[in-house]
C-alpha cells in the first residue's frame, strides 16, 4: 500500500520523462538518388562497312532540378542528315547526386529496356535496331538508319525506359513495340525530342 | 363556520397529502453484483415497468429509485455480457433493499447483430457495438472490414489489404481510433496507410457516430472508434481463448491466442496476454492473381491490473506490426503510364501465387504504452490518470534501382506522448460529469538516407486542451452537455531545393456539445445529439510539395489553410422488442472549410513524363445521411436481418461532389438455426446474406475513371456451436462472393487498376476453456 501511495510520483515521473525524451530530429538534406537528371542521346556516323565516320553528334536532355515543381526540362533538338546510318548511344546521369545511371541500367539490363516512338517511325524516317553487347533488347546502343527521302525536315522521336517490364512479353524484342505499358513495368523516363533533318 | 371549513380543508389536506404517502413514497434500493465475484456492477441498468423509471448502478453497484407505489412492480436489470434480471416485487415496506445478482453469460447473439448500448461510452448519441457472434464472424478481418458490419460504416481501402474505417462519409484524420483508451497516432493522413492496430485485441468495437470532441480532443469530426480489451479478472479464475482462420483466396492463415487470469493470492489483481499472427498470399479476383498482394502481421498486447475498492490501477502494452505488398502494377511511372492500365481496366502483369512481398511494400511498426490509474476519493468523486506512449515507424518502399531497392522511399518515425487528468463525479445519482485537462506532444522525424525529398517535415506538435462535461439523468430522460477548448502548436522543418525552411504554426479553438435521450419505453429510446468539432489542417495538407510516388500525382499543400469546424447534429431511433430490434440514424453535417484535394487540371511535365497537378483548397461542405438497421426473429428458427446506409456530401459552395464518398448499399441476410444446445451437442446455424451496392452517380467533375457499375455480392455461411463442459467450441464456415462476381468497389483507389477480390472461402475455429 505504501507502494500504491507513491504511485502518482512514479506517474510524474514517467511522464515527465516521456515527455522531455520526445523531439522531433533536425532535417537533413536528402539527395534524390532515384532521378536522372540529364540524358544523353550521341550519334557517331558509320560507314557502309559499319565504321565510324567524323564526330560525335550529342543531343541533351536535362532537368537540373530532377522531379520539381515549377521547373521545366530543356531537350535539345537531334539534328541529323539525310540517308546516314548512325550508332546512337545514351548516357544517363543523376548529376545531383554525380551518379552514373548507364552503368546502373546495364547492371540491371533484364529488367530495364528502352523503347522508341513517334512519328518518326511511324513515318519510316528512322529505323532503329538494338545493337547491345551481347544481343540483348536494352537501347542503350542501337543503330539509327535515316531515310534519304523523309519528305520532311522536322519530326520528333519519343524515347522510353521501362522499368521491371517483362522483357519476353510477345513483341517486345521490337524497339518499336509501342503497346510496351502491356508487358508491365512503369516508365523511369519518357521524353520526346525534336528531330530535325538536313 | 369559517373555522369549520378551514378545518375541513386542512383535513383534506392531511388526508390527500398521507394518501399520497401512503400511494408513492417507497423507496427502491439495491446493489447489483456479478455472480462470480461479487464485485459491484456499474452502469448496468435498472428499469420498473409499470412506473416506466429506470436509473443505472453507480460504481458501488447501487442505485435507488424514489417515489414508488406499492403493489407488484417488474423489475428489469440489464448489463452488457450477462443474463437479464427480470422478476416481480411486491412493494409493501417503506423502503425496499435488495441484492440483485447477475450472471455471466456466454454472450449468444444471433447472426450479425449490432446492439447499441450506452455503456460502454457515456454519451447520447448514436453508439454501435460489435461483440460476442458478431465480433467472432469477423474475426481475422481488418479493423476497417470488420466494422463494415456497423451500419454507417464502409471503407476506403488500397487494394483488398490497406482498408480505413469510414464513418459516416468521414475518414482518416476525421475520426479518431482509441486502443484501450490511448489516441491511436500513426500516419493517419495518408490515403494508403491503414490504422496501426489488430481487432483481434478487442473483445467489442465501439463505434460513436458523432462528433465527439470534447471528450476525446480534435480530429473525432466524423465519429470515434474503441477498440477495447476484455475487462480483466478480478478474482482467481483462468480463461483461455484460441481462434484459427483459413482463408482459400491468398491461402492465409490466422492464429490468435489470448490468457487471462486473476490472482489467488492477491485479490483484485489480473492479467492478460494475447497474442495474434496472420500471412496471405496473393490475393485472386475472379479472372486474374494480383501480383504482389500478400501480406504479413504479428501482434501482441499485455495487461496488468490491480483494481480494489478505492484504487484501481492498470499497465497496458500494444504492439503491431506488418509487412503489405502493394500491388505490383497500381505504382505507375507517370501520367501515360496510369492513363494506359485505368485503360486497361486490370494489371498488365499476370501474377503467380506467392507470399512473397516485394517491392513496392509498407512495412509499419507501432508500440503503444499505457500507464492508468484511478481512484475514489469520496463515494463521488473519482479521479483518473492516464499516460501514454507510442512510437510509429513507417516505411515505404517503391520499385528502385539496383541498392535503392533495399532502401525505403520514405521513412517516417513518430513519437507521441498523450496525457490525461480528469476527475469524474456521480452525485445522487442524477448528476454525473467530468472535467478533465489532457495533454498531446507529438515529435515527427524523417529517418534519412532514403534518397528521396521527403513528403513531409519534420515536426512537433503539442497540444493541450481543458474540458467539462455533465449529465443529467430523471427517470427516462438523460440530458448532457459540455465544452472544450485546445490549443495546438506545430514547429515544422525541411530541406526545399537545398534550403532550409521552417513554419510555426498555431492553433486554437473551442469545441462544444449537447445532447439528449429519451427512454420511451423499455423497448423504445430517441436519441439526439448536437456537437461541434474541430480539426487543424495536418502536416501533409499544409506542407505536401513534390511527386507523390507511385500515384504519378504531383501533391501542392498550403501553409495558410486554416482549421475545419464541423457541427453535427445526429439523431437516433432505437426500438428493442422481443422479436427484433431496429436502428435508425440521421444525421447532418456541417463542415466550415473542409480540406480536400483539388485537380487544378494542369500537367507537370519532367523526363520522368506527364503528372496531374493537384492542390489543397478549402470550402464549406455538408453530409447528411441515415443509417437503417434491424432484424426480426421469424419463430424460433429463421431469423432475418437488414441493414443499409445513404450519404450524401456536396461542396456547398460549388454545389459540386467530393471525391470518395460512399455509394448507397443494403445488406440482407437470413438465418436458420437448427440443433439443441446442451452439453456435447452442437447448435448449428446457416446464413445466408446479399451485399447490394449501388453505383455512386454523384461524381466528382474530375476522376481519373468513372466510378464503377453497381454490384450483389451473396454470401453463405454456417456455423456450429459446441458445448464441452464447461467450455465452447464453434466452428465456422463462411463463403463470400459465393457466386465470384467480377466487381469494382467505388471506395477502393485500385479499382482504376484492378477488380475486387474473387470467391473466398474461410474456415474458423473459436475454442475458449
Known amino acids: 500500500m505504501k507502494m500504491l501511495s507513491k504511485l502518482p510520483l512514479y506517474l510524474l515521473t514517467l511522464l515527465t520523462l516521456g515527455f522531455a525524451s520526445c523531439e522531433s530530429n533536425d532535417p537533413s538534406k536528402e539527395n534524390d538518388g532515384e532521378v536522372i537528371t540529364d540524358v544523353t542521346l550521341k550519334f557517331q556516323e558509320l560507314n557502309p562497312s559499319n565504321a565510324p ?29 539525310k540517308g546516314k546510318k548512325y550508332q546512337m548511344t545514351i548516357e544517363l546521369t543523376n548529376s545531383i547526386e554525380n551518379e552514373d545511371i548507364t552503368k546502373e541500367i546495364l547492371a540491371e539490363a533484364a529488367a530495364h529496356q528502352f523503347f522508341f516512338l513517334g512519328p518518326v517511325f511511324d513515318s519510316n524516317i528512322f529505323s532503329i535496331q538494338y545493337a547491345d553487347a551481347g544481343g540483348i533488347a536494352l537501347g542503350l546502343k542501337n543503330t539509327v538508319t535515316v ?10 522521336m519519343r524515347v522510353v525506359l521501362r522499368h521491371e517490364l517483362n522483357k519476353s512479353f510477345a513483341g517486345a524484342s521490337n524497339p518499336n513495340f509501342s503497346n510496351f505499358v502491356q508487358a508491365g513495368g512503369e516508365s523511369d523516363l519518357d521524353i520526346t525530342f525534336p528531330v530535325i533533318l538536313n | 363556520m369559517l373555522q369549520k371549513g378551514v378545518l375541513f380543508i386542512v383535513c383534506l389536506a392531511w388526508a390527500c397529502a398521507s394518501l399520497q404517502a401512503q400511494q408513492c413514497t417507497l423507496t427502491l434500493r439495491g446493489k447489483i453484483l456479478h455472480l462470480e465475484n461479487n464485485e459491484p456492477i456499474e452502469a448496468a441498468y435498472v428499469w420498473l415497468m409499470e412506473p416506466n423509471k429506470g436509473v443505472p448502478s453507480d460504481a458501488n453497484g447501487n442505485f435507488i429509485i424514489k417515489d414508488l407505489c406499492p403493489g407488484t412492480i417488474t423489475l428489469q436489470i440489464r448489463f452488457i455480457g450477462h443474463k437479464e434480471i427480470k422478476r416481480s416485487i411486491t412493494l409493501n415496506a417503506s423502503t425496499t433493499n435488495q441484492t440483485f445478482l447477475m450472471e455471466e453469460e456466454a454472450v449468444d447473439l444471433a447472426g450479425v447483430e449490432i446492439h447499441g448500448h450506452q455503456e460502454v461510452a457515456q454519451t447520447t448519441t448514436s453508439v454501435s457495438s460489435l461483440y460476442g457472434e458478431a465480433l467472432l464472424q469477423s474475426r481475422g478481418e481488418s479493423l476497417g472490414e470488420s466494422l463494415k458490419r456497423v451500419a454507417g460504416v464502409t471503407t476506403f481501402s488500397t487494394g483488398n489489404t490497406i482498408s480505413k474505417p469510414v464513418i459516416h462519409g468521414l475518414h482518416s484524420n476525421r475520426i479518431l481510433i482509441l486502443n484501450n483508451g490511448i489516441r491511436l497516432e500513426g500516419q493517419q493522413w495518408g490515403a494508403e496507410h491503414a490504422p496501426e492496430i489488430d481487432p483481434f485485441l478487442a473483445d467489442e468495437l465501439t463505434v460513436i457516430k458523432g462528433a465527439e470532441t470534447v471528450r476525446f480532443g480534435p480530429e473525432a469530426m466524423g465519429g470515434v472508434i474503441l477498440v477495447n480489451p476484455p475487462a480483466l479478472p ?16 491468398g491461402e492465409s492463415g490466422n492464429l490468435s491466442l489470448a490468457h487471462a487470469g486473476g490472482s489467488g493470492k492477491f485479490s483484485g489483481l489480473g492479467y492478460r496476454i494475447q497474442g495474434a499472427t496472420k500471412r496471405a498470399g496473393n490475393l485472386r479476383t475472379p479472372d486474374y492473381i494480383q501480383d504482389n498482394t500478400g501480406m504479413q502481421e504479428m501482434s501482441l498486447t499485455s495487461t496488468l491490473g490491480y483494481s480494489s475498492k478505492k484504487l484501481g490501477a492498470e499497465v497496458y502494452y500494444s504492439y503491431f506490426s506488418t509487412t503489405l505488398g502493394i500491388l505490383r502494377d497500381s505504382h505507375t511511372g507517370n501520367l501515360s503510364d496510369l492513363q494506359q492500365i485505368i485503360k486497361n481496366g486490370r494489371p498488365f502483369s499476370e501474377g503467380e501465387f506467392s507470399y512473397t512481398i516485394e517491392n513496392p511494400k509498407q512495412e509499419v511498426t507501432h508500440h503503444l504504452t499505457k500507464v492508468k490509474a484511478h481512484y475514489h476519493l469520496h463515494p463521488s468523486w473519482k479521479l483518473n490518470v492516464q499516460y501514454g506512449f507510442q512510437s510509429n515507424r513507417r516505411k515505404e518502399f517503391d520499385r528502385r534501382r539496383g541498392n535503392l531497392n533495399a532502401r525505403p522511399s520514405l521513412d517516417l518515425e513518430l513519437f507521441t506522448n498523450t496525457a490525461e487528468l480528469s476527475l469524474d463525479h456521480q452525485l445522487n445519482s442524477q448528476w454525473t460529469g467530468s472535467a478533465g485537462i489532457s495533454l498531446i506532444q507529438q515529435a515527427n522525424s524523417n529517418v534519412p538516407g532514403t534518397g528521396v525529398t521527403p513528403l513531409i517535415p519534420n515536426y512537433d506538435m503539442v497540444n493541450a486542451g481543458v474540458y467539462l462535461m455533465e449529465k443529467y439523468m430523471k427517470g427516462p430522460l ?6 472544450r477548448y485546445d490549443l495546438r502548436s506545430i514547429s515544422a522543418a525541411r530541406y526545399l531545393n537545398n534550403q532550409l525552411e521552417e513554419s510555426n504554426l498555431e492553433f486554437q479553438n473551442g469545441a462544444a456539445f449537447l445532447g439528449a435521450m429519451y427512454q420511451v419505453s423499455p423497448s423504445l429510446s430517441l436519441s439526439s445529439n448536437l456537437g461541434t468539432a474541430w480539426r487543424p489542417p495536418n502536416v501533409n495538407e499544409l506542407f505536401s ?55 487544378t487540371g494542369q500537367t507537370f511535365v519532367s523526363l520522368r513524363g506527364t503528372f496531374n497537378v493537384y492542390e489543397y483548397l478549402q470550402a464549406n461542405a455538408l453530409f447528411y445521411g441515415i443509417d437503417l438497421s434491424g432484424s426480426y426473429g421469424f419463430g424460433q428458427q429463421w431469423e432475418g436481418y437488414f441493414k443499409a446506409s445513404l450519404i450524401r456530401a456536396k461542396n456547398s459552395e460549388t454545389q459540386a461532389y467530393f471525391p470518395f464518398i460512399p455509394s448507397d448499399r443494403m445488406d440482407v441476410g437470413l438465418s436458420y438455426s437448427f440443433g439443441k444446445q446442451e452439453e456435447g451437442k452442437g447448435k448449428n446455424r446457416i446464413t445466408l446474406s446479399s451485399l447490394g451496392v449501388a453505383r455512386q452517380s454523384r461524381e466528382p467533375e474530375f476522376d481519373l475513371a468513372p466510378a464503377p457499375p453497381a454490384y450483389t455480392l451473396v454470401n453463405l455461411g454456417y456455423s456450429r456451436k459446441v458445448e464441452i463442459g464447461k467450455n465452447q467450441f464453434t466452428a465456422g464456415l463462411l463463403v463470400t462472393n459465393l457466386l465470384d462476381t467480377e466487381f469494382k468497389e467505388y471506395m477502393n483507389r485500385f479499382r482504376y487498376f484492378t477488380a475486387d477480390m474473387g470467391r473466398n472461402l474461410q474456415l474458423k475455429f473459436n475454442y475458449q476453456f
Open chain 1, 53 to 81: 565516320v567524323g564526330s560525335v553528334l550529342s543531343f541533351k536532355a536535362s532537368d537540373p532540378q530532377g522531379i520539381e515543381v515549377g521547373k521545366t526540362p530543356t531537350v535539345q533538338s537531334i539534328s541529323l542528315t
Open chain 1, 147 to 156: 531515310s534519304s527521302s523523309p519528305g520532311t525536315n522536322n519530326s520528333s
Open chain 2, 234 to 249: 478480478t478474482s482467481k479464475k483462468k480463461i483461455t481463448e484460441i481462434n484459427l482462420i483459413g482463408n482459400s483466396n
Open chain 2, 478 to 483: 438523460e440530458v448532457e452537455a459540455g465544452l
Open chain 2, 545 to 599: 510539395q513534390g511527386l507523390h510516388h507511385g500515384a504519378a500525382a504531383v501533391e501542392l499543400g498550403d501553409k495558410n489553410l486554416i482549421a475545419e469546424n464541423s457541427l453535427k447534429w445526429v439523431n437516433s431511433l432505437e426500438l428493442d422488442g422481443r422479436k427484433g430490434n431496429l436502428e435508425l440514424t440521421g444525421y447532418v453535417n456541417r463542415i466550415q472549410n473542409y480540406i480536400y484535394l483539388n485537380p
